[in-house]
């Protein structure tokens, strides 16, 4: 189909050339070609180039830029009242040669379309060009702003003569492929020939416009030249003959209203087009708004899924913790199983101490009461000592041998008291039988003194004769008496050695006795030390033990109420996983709903759209309803 704008073009270059050919003079001809060579220059712009990807987008704007250079005073402001527009162009540094000067293709490179540089001082001064470079001012390049000057100079050589020939050649050969290699300018073989060609690089889709546009073109020239042929079959022969330029204009001229046909065509079939569009872009702007909203729902859906993961990842961690909390308790009851069988086993000790420490408390009463039954008996013993000491050593009792039991010597002791009161009762009686004889013999001594005195005075020499005859019978009377005393002063000496060995051997049993009952003191000082030591340590490891077991009872309720907040938030995970799982078979239930057929028959979605769509978003559509009935959602 040929292009809207190329035909209104060749429709406004046909009647100029023909009001040119007809009205004004020949050289009118020159502005024609010269309205060609521009439309084809413009044309070969945007569709022959070599870099041209997007024809389409490109041509109004070229279109539009040319139009406003040869014909400003037609072209439209964009704002109301605006009539003037400030454009900058930025500044661009260039490396300037290795003697100071710039190149002039360094230039054009940097700023396509500069002819020169010039900057201002006192006046505008031009830098100077020598036709390959600008070389630098006499005081050299300084700080200053050097402009571009743009457009072509006066002095460039592309004026000639035969660039002109060979340019307008070209577009001739643009024109003849415009229209379908026609002969409607009338070129014969030989000169068709002799124009030069020139090999353009034609694009893929520019190759298939042309190709379209020189079928039509075909097309459109068939239909006239039958439409002319039936024309000048019915025409008289006089009015048939015409010249070869004539004949070109008149087919200019039908070509002409062929194309205004096809334009009002065609302008039908572009307002149904847009009408179409807009609906179209109606239906695209609500598939778009649904296609937001279901953007909205995956973004929702991501988040919840999103939150679904860390509440998994949480819910790992919570179990996680809570069989190390199992662990830990499990650690714990074993911890406590042994301590509570350590208390039993120190409780158990506890009472063996306790007994340990009655039968101690018993063995002490026992031991006071056989103390203070030893204490008196020590004193008793020590008065007995006391008065049987001088005894001791009188007697020398040194051995512990010579000491009998305490019973005999008190059997002893008590027949000695018996045997020594009869001894003082018989020495008491000889005594007074002793003072009786003495006074008897000194009596008779007397007596006899004075007997013998009186002898001796009587006769003279035998007194000393009576004397040694009385005095020897005297000391045979005495010794006899002094004999009996000695047996009985042995008898009782015996009977003091006997007395003193029995006080000696009661001393040492007092003594022995008194050891024993220190002994025993000590004893029981070191048993009541030992019980109270015993009695603090058992206090001690008692309230120990009753700290640890709350201390253990604490930590088990710790974790208890740590184990019962874990198996909670388990059940909340697990009711919420359920809850989104439960949704999310819904959801692909649905899905799998909307994907079907759709009974709605005001949906003008596509189908891909609708799958994608329902892919996208697929918890947006309710069970038993697609995505045209939810279009609310």
């Not at 002039?104 to 031009?126: D, I, M, R, T, W």
């Not at 018996?418 to 020495?427: C, I």
């Not at 019980?531 to 710790?558: C, F, G, P, T, Y």
Request: glycine share 4%; proline share 3%.
């Amino acid at each position: 189909m040929m292009d809207v704008f190329d035909i209104r073009i060749a429709n406004i270059l046909s009647d100029i050339y023909i009001y040119c050919y007809r009205l004004l003079s020949p050289s009118y001809i020159h502005f024609f070609l010269v309205a060609i060579y521009l439309f084809i220059v413009v044309r070969d712009s945007f569709e022959m180039g070599d870099n041209i990807d997007n024809e389409e987008d490109r041509s109004p704007r070229i279109l539009r830029l040319s139009i406003e250079v040869f014909f400003p005073r037609f072209v439209a402001s964009d704002e109301g009242q605006r009539r003037v527009l400030r454009v900058y162009v930025e500044p661009i540094e260039v490396e300037l040669d290795e003697d100071g000067a710039l190149l002039f293709s360094a230039l054009q490179s940097a700023v396509p379309g500069a002819s020169g540089l010039y900057f201002n001082g006192e006046c505008k001064s031009s830098v100077k060009f020598d036709g390959k470079r600008l070389l630098p001012p006499a005081d050299g390049w300084k700080d200053r702003k050097y402009y571009a000057a743009l457009g072509c100079r006066s002095d460039f050589p592309f004026g000639s003569y035969a660039n002109a020939s060979k340019q307008f050649e070209r577009s001739v050969n643009a024109v003849q492929r415009l229209f379908g290699k026609s002969c409607a300018f009338g070129f014969g073989a030989l000169e068709q020939e002799l124009i030069p060609r020139k090999a353009i690089p034609i694009t893929a889709a520019a190759k298939e416009m042309s190709e379209n546009r020189a079928e039509n073109m075909k097309q459109l020239l068939a239909s006239f030249s039958q439409k002319q042929s039936g024309q000048l079959s019915s025409l008289p022969p006089d009015e048939q003959i015409c010249t070869p330029l004539e004949q070109q204009f008149v087919d200019l001229a039908r070509i002409s209203t062929a194309k205004d046909t096809i334009i009002e065509q065609q302008r039908c079939d572009i307002k149904s087009i847009n009408e179409k569009l807009d609906l179209k872009a109606k239906e695209l702007k609500e598939a778009l708004d649904d296609l937001s909203k279901c953007e909205k729902r995956c973004n929702a859906q991501e988040e919840e899924l999103n939150i679904l993961r860390n509440l998994s990842k949480e819910q790992t961690y919570m179990c996680e913790k809570v069989n190390e909390l199992t662990r830990r308790l499990l650690d714990e009851d074993q911890m406590a199983t042994a301590q509570k069988s350590q208390i039993d086993d120190l409780v158990k000790r506890l009472a063996k101490c306790e007994a340990e420490k009655e039968a101690s408390l018993a063995e002490n009463a026992q031991l006071s009461t056989d103390i203070e039954t030893a204490k008196a008996t020590i004193g008793v013993l020590e008065s007995r000592l006391e008065k049987l000491s001088p005894l001791a050593e009188l007697r020398q009792i040194t051995e512990d041998e010579q000491i009998l039991s305490y019973i005999q010597m008190s059997e002893l002791l008590t027949s000695l008291k018996t045997r020594n009161e009869k001894l003082e009762n018989d020495m008491k009686e000889m005594e007074e039988k002793y003072n009786q004889l003495n006074q008897i013999y000194t009596e008779v001594v007397a007596e006899n003194t004075k007997a013998l005195i009186k002898r001796s005075a009587d006769d003279g020499g035998s007194d000393a004769a009576v004397e040694a005859r009385i005095i020897p019978n005297l000391g045979a009377s005495n010794a006899s008496n002094a004999s009996s005393w000695q047996e009985e002063k042995e008898a009782l000496r015996s009977e003091l050695r006997a007395s003193e060995n029995k006080v000696a051997e009661l001393t040492r049993m007092v003594h022995s006795l008194t050891t024993e009952a220190t002994n025993s003191e000590h004893r029981a000082a070191e048993a009541v030390a030992t019980r109270n030591e015993l009695k603090r340590s058992l206090d001690h490891m008692e309230a120990k033990i009753q700290e640890a077991v709350l201390e253990e009872r604490h930590k088990h309720e710790h974790l208890r109420h740590d184990l019962k907040e874990a198996q909670r938030r388990v059940s909340e995970l697990t009711s919420l996983i359920a809850d989104f799982s439960s949704d999310a078979r819904n959801s692909r239930r649905d899905m799998s709903d909307g994907i079907a057929t759709c009974p709605c028959a005001s949906c003008f979605l596509p189908a891909s759209f609708v799958v994608i769509v329902v892919a996208a978003a697929p918890a947006l559509l309710p069970a038993g309803q697609d995505f045209c009935c939810v279009k609310e959602y």
